[in-house]
């Protein structure tokens, strides 16, 4: 038990070290010594045990770190947080917002970081390649299944009605069922569900 606390004391004061260094790396440095700073951060962020306030303030600098690095280390950096159940809710809102889908498909997939009024917003404001991510989420809310099915392509739509963990609204279901008319692959589909309500498929 000793070696361990041992262990976390030596991270803790590693990371904190790091981390009042790195506005040289951020302002000063080159574009590689940047992802090495943003590899390393990373890698201590998900070492060690931290309280809320400080995942936070890695947050900050990841996020920092990220604005000034090319799209695939920001994709990879996606990549290694969207399982991350510690990772800080900041630098995933910001990577799920960013335009390339290499970015934040991964985050809008697969973290459970991301809080429902942030998908949805996701949802309400992004391309179709985001919001077909989020559509093959585990589980999704019946909030954001509403934003989808309302702004989401024939794609998207499928991709939801194909969903088991999809949760439906009864408008979410009555604007599928619009959107089923006359596309029969979509309503055989949407048919095969066993959550959708009587009083909503009889209309």
């Not at 990373?42 to 306030?53: C, H, I, K, Q």
């Not at 960013?98 to 809080?115: F, M, N, T, Y």
């Not at 959107?179 to 498929?201: F, K, M, N, T, Y």
């Amino acid at each position: 038990m000793r070696v361990c606390c041992d262990l976390g004391f030596v991270k803790m004061s590693e990371a904190k070290s790091f981390l009042e260094g790195l506005d040289d790396a951020v302002l000063r440095g080159t574009p590689e010594s940047r992802k090495r700073a943003l590899q390393h951060t990373t890698d201590l962020l998900m070492a060690g045990r931290y309280s809320d306030d400080e995942i936070w303030t890695f947050g900050e600098v990841i996020g920092r770190l990220a604005d000034e690095i090319e799209v695939a280390a920001r994709a990879q950096l996606a990549r290694r947080l969207a399982r991350f159940d510690k990772a800080p809710v900041n630098i995933i809102h910001k990577l799920a917002f960013d335009d390339s889908i290499d970015v934040a498909g991964p985050i809008l997939q697969e973290s459970e970081r991301l809080e429902t009024y942030a998908l949805v917003a996701n949802a309400c404001t992004k391309g179709q390649p985001h919001l077909l991510a989020i559509s093959k989420r585990k589980s999704i809310e019946a909030a954001v299944t509403d934003a989808l099915v309302t702004r989401g392509n024939l794609e998207v739509v499928s991709s939801v009605a194909n969903n088991a963990g999809a949760r439906f609204s009864d408008f979410g279901f009555l604007h599928m069922i619009q959107r089923a008319d006359g596309d029969s692959i979509l309503a055989e589909q949407l048919g095969l569900r066993q959550d959708i309500p009587r009083h909503v498929s009889s209309n």
